[in-house]
């Protein structure tokens, strides 16, 4: 035997293409998400402009780029240079040389990506940009097609997937009562965050259907994982079980990168053999006794070294799985390495969506010309079809499915308001509709709305998706000050 054939996975070299390729995909999305909408949200003149946040930090606990300068032209360079690696890994450029070029180039994008995240505030703060950023790290070190799959790094990216959906089966048995009674799936599909275009129809599934769901997200999350780590041809078919429930995910909702990660992930288990059986396209090793380029010893000595690392900063989510007081979507280093997931925890039973409006009336009285902003994502005309956006992210549409949740009287928020006041073309260009066309509001407000799903019935009489109701106005009407109004 071959002293590092323990070592080598040569049968896994399709999930290894999918592996890379996949992570790249998703980092071109994510900097080109952050390309559109950083500069607006975060830039020198957003909502929450980084360089006040860096003045105010004197020392970043986080590594960043940003951290000594921040400019939108920067911000840009960054990503364009993010968009430029990671579109040559989905072609597979780096992968055609030594193992430590596309090491490098994966690890370019954790570090650009990281440097974004680290300075992106409320409007980073979600688990998929952590979870992106472990990925980065880890497939770089699957080497290239010059040698084979190091199989220390697949346990490790099967690790990854599980401490995903275990952690996010956990976080729901600690959670809401809902998940326990089989009840969550009652309200998910209308009160999630950003619903998708098939989002009402799985509202509208019977509720035994609902409870199926449950108890069917349940078993994907708390017992399939284990069987990740089995012998083929289980560990293949427990990760077909993990991508056909996060299909079911991407058809039913908005949840940005979060589920085609994990179906990335769940290649880490498919080996080529068994690939090959069920989807017969799927090339695999002529034969399978013919000799494959051997692992060199520097690279084996890499790969192993960082295996080391990861597995001990293994300790914290372990640990943290174990806890009671099991925290969610959290990092226990400044490297973002080997962190804890979860979502969901416990479930909305109502959906209060704010809406936001303007008038040109002198006087911001109930019956003036108020014109609603019509955002991309969220739910706000009744009438309108929710699009499917994922796994692209609408950072500022998803902020406003918090505030009802939270507080409205969120800094960025008035930030907002204040940017439609001065009718700011980049945070204009955020909105799926400018009800003024370009042209300044007198005054804007915010309302509280009850949204819920129409039944079949009202759709077919009314034309309806959506049934609201107003609650209250959550923020008086607001001016600019008279010296800065156009024309005065």
């Not at 840009?76 to 055609?96: I, N």
């Amino acid at each position: 035997m071959d002293w590092v054939s323990w070592f080598e996975a040569p049968d896994y070299e399709f999930a290894r293409q999918v592996l890379q390729r996949g992570t790249a995909t998703l980092y071109f999305i994510a900097f080109l998400s952050s390309l559109n909408q950083f500069p607006a949200l975060l830039g020198e003149h957003g909502l929450l402009p980084v360089p006040r946040y860096v003045d105010g930090h004197r020392i970043l606990r986080r590594p960043s780029l940003f951290r000594w300068k921040y400019s939108d032209t920067l911000l840009r360079a960054v990503c364009a240079a993010g968009l430029a690696v990671s579109l040559a890994l989905v072609g597979g450029l780096p992968q055609l040389g030594p193992p430590w070029l596309p090491l490098a180039a994966f690890l370019v994008l954790w570090l650009l990506y990281m440097s974004i995240v680290n300075v992106g505030q409320t409007f980073y703060g979600f688990g998929w940009e952590m979870l992106l950023l472990e990925m980065g790290f880890t497939v770089g070190f699957l080497g290239s097609d010059q040698t084979p799959p190091p199989r220390t790094i697949l346990v490790l990216l099967v690790w990854l997937l599980f401490r995903l959906e275990f952690g996010a089966g956990m976080i729901k048995i600690h959670g809401g009562s809902e998940w326990r009674d089989l009840t969550a799936l009652y309200y998910h599909h209308e009160t999630q965050p950003m619903p998708g275009p098939l989002s009402r129809q799985a509202h509208l599934l019977p509720k035994a259907m609902h409870r199926m769901e449950v108890l069917g997200n349940h078993f994907a999350q708390l017992v399939v994982p284990f069987f990740l780590f089995a012998p083929q041809p289980l560990a293949t078919i427990a990760a077909g079980i993990v991508v056909f429930t996060q299909l079911w995910l991407v058809g039913s909702g908005n949840f940005a990168w979060l589920n085609w990660s994990a179906i990335v992930l769940a290649f880490a288990a498919v080996s080529d053999p068994v690939a090959h059986a069920v989807l017969p396209f799927i090339p695999q090793r002529p034969n399978p006794a013919a000799a494959v380029p051997q692992t060199p010893v520097w690279w084996l000595a890499v790969v192993l070294a960082v295996t080391v690392l990861l597995l001990v900063l293994s300790y914290w989510p372990i640990r943290n799985l174990l806890s009671r007081g099991q925290l969610m979507n959290a990092s226990f280093n400044r490297w973002q390495l080997v962190n804890t997931y979860g979502a969901f925890g416990t479930v909305t039973r109502h959906r209060v969506e704010i809406v936001v409006e303007g008038t040109q009336s002198e006087v911001p009285v109930d019956e003036a010309d108020w014109r609603e902003y019509g955002f991309k994502g969220k739910p706000g005309d009744v009438r309108r079809l929710p699009r499917q956006w994922a796994p692209y992210h609408l950072r500022l549409d998803w902020l406003m499915w918090f505030l009802p949740l939270r507080t409205v009287h969120e800094e960025w928020f008035y930030a907002f308001l204040g940017k439609l006041l001065d009718a700011d073309p980049p945070t204009l260009r955020l909105l799926r509709q400018d009800p003024f066309d370009g042209a300044r509001p007198r005054w804007v407000r915010a309302r509280s709305f009850l949204y819920r799903f129409a039944t079949r019935a009202e759709f077919r009489e009314t034309g309806q998706r959506w049934i609201r109701m107003e609650l209250y106005e959550v923020i008086a009407p607001l001016s600019l000050p008279r010296s800065r109004r156009r024309g005065q």
